[in-house]
Structure formats: structure tokens, C-alpha cells
């Protein structure tokens, strides 16, 4: 058995003091009587309040596509909608950086498939939507991205970091009183009409980033 070391020194100063009375009788035995009994100890911390943040927030963890016509024969095409993605400011005014923007990127692994087969991420795009942009005008959707099966300047697919969203400037959308901001995307897999059938998955990341203005463009 154990005792602090407070509980043990008053424990020898009472036992010091008794051996004037108990002269020379002997030390009692203590014996255990039943079982050992628990007492839980619990108790609830509250987070300590600190400076606000900016976070990113997603509404869902997979979305589906499904196919539907595309107009062409020799291409397959899928569609889907990205979950919803909020940003989220709580940070006081005079705590955001000045001449700071912040931004959501998307970027897209290749599909992969059954039997080693796979699908270039190149073969999906996007057409981001914002779904509340605030009322200041400040917060604004990316281009649309189109797949490798299109044509065009934009037929590059998710392969690197796509814009989603973005404020041109974080101060002064949270200076109008605005402290979350949400969209979404139209998703879209286009494929060769010879692709393997199959069950395919892809994981496509979506990232948050504050830079400064003079630091160029997502």
C-alpha cells in the first residue's frame, strides 16, 4: 500500500506520538475485507477561448457518378456533383493579414480499376458553382475545367491544383460581416467507348490556401 508523502509523515508524527501510550504492545496485522472497489473520476474541460481560424469544411466524403448520354459514340460519359464545400472565417478583423486572399484548389488522382486497369485524372473536369457567395461580390467560382476527351485550352482534367472558389481579398469579405462562404461542382468522367467495365475510384483532394495578393494568382 502506498501513501503521498504528506499522508505518510502525518501517519509517523501520530504513530510517534503513540508509542508513549502503547508502550510496548505489538503491531496490529491489517487483513483486506472483500473486494477492491472502482470509483470513476471524471470531468469536463472546456476549450479555452483563442483567435478565430480560417477552415475548410466538406459536406460528404465520395460522390457517384453516373453515366448518361454524351453525344458521341466512341465516348462514355459519367456525371456527378462534388459534396458541398464551405470556408469558414472566424477570425477577428484585425487578425487577417492584409492584402491576403484565400483560395480552394482541386486536384485528382487516376482512376483506378479492376484487373490493373485505370483512367488517366485528365479524363475528369469540373464546373465549379457557387452556392453562397456572400453579398459582396468578393467571393467568386473558378473556370470551368473541361477532360482530356474535349478540346480546348481548358481540356486539361483535375491532373493538378483546379480553382473551386476564391475571395479577392480575406479582409474585406470578413470586414462585410460574412464569415462562411459555400460551393460545390459539377463533376464529369469522360472515357473511350473500349473502356474496361468495372468498378473505379478516384480520390480527389481539395485544399485550402491564404497568400498574398502580390504573390499571383491560384
Known amino acids: 500500500m502506498k501513501f503521498s508523502h504528506g499522508a505518510a509523515a502525518r501517519i509517523a508524527a501520530a504513530t510517534l506520538g503513540g508509542l508513549v501510550l502503547v508502550g510496548t504492545a505489538g503491531a496490529a496485522v ?42 458521341n459514340p466512341e465516348v462514355r460519359q459519367f456525371d456527378g456533383t462534388l459534396p458541398t464545400v464551405t470556408v469558414t472565417d472566424t477570425r477577428d478583423l484585425e487578425d487577417i493579414p492584409a ?19 485505370s483512367i488517366p485524372a485528365a479524363n475528369l473536369g469540373w464546373t465549379p458553382n457557387l452556392v453562397d457567395e456572400g453579398e459582396t ?9 473541361d477532360t482530356a476527351e474535349d478540346t480546348g485550352a481548358n481540356a486539361v482534367g ?37 473502356v474496361t467495365p468495372g468498378a473505379y475510384s ?9 497568400d498574398a495578393i502580390d504573390a499571383g494568382q491560384p
Do not use: C, M, R
Not at 476549450?47 to 466538406?58: A, Q
Not at 478516384?202 to 491564404?210: A, G, I, N, P, Y
Open 158 to 194: 483535375l491532373v493538378d491544383k483546379e480553382l473551386l472558389y476564391a475571395a479577392f481579398e480575406s479582409a474585406a469579405v470578413k470586414a462585410e460581416g460574412e464569415t462562411s462562404w459555400t460551393a460545390n461542382a459539377a463533376l464529369v468522367l469522360k472515357t473511350g467507348a473500349d
Open 202 to 210: 478516384s480520390k480527389l483532394t481539395l485544399s485550402l490556401f491564404e
Open 30 to 71: 491489517a487483513a483486506e475485507v472483500g473486494d477492491d472497489q472502482n470509483v470513476d473520476v471524471n470531468v469536463q474541460i472546456a476549450p479555452v477561448d483563442g483567435p478565430g481560424s480560417l477552415s475548410l469544411t466538406v459536406a460528404g466524403t465520395s460522390s457517384t457518378l453516373t453515366e448518361s448520354a454524351s453525344g
Open 137 to 145: 461580390g468578393l467571393v467568386l467560382e473558378g473556370d470551368k475545367v
Open 99 to 117: 492584402d491576403h486572399f484565400w483560395y480552394v484548389v482541386g486536384q485528382a488522382s487516376a482512376f483506378s480499376g479492376p484487373n490493373g486497369a
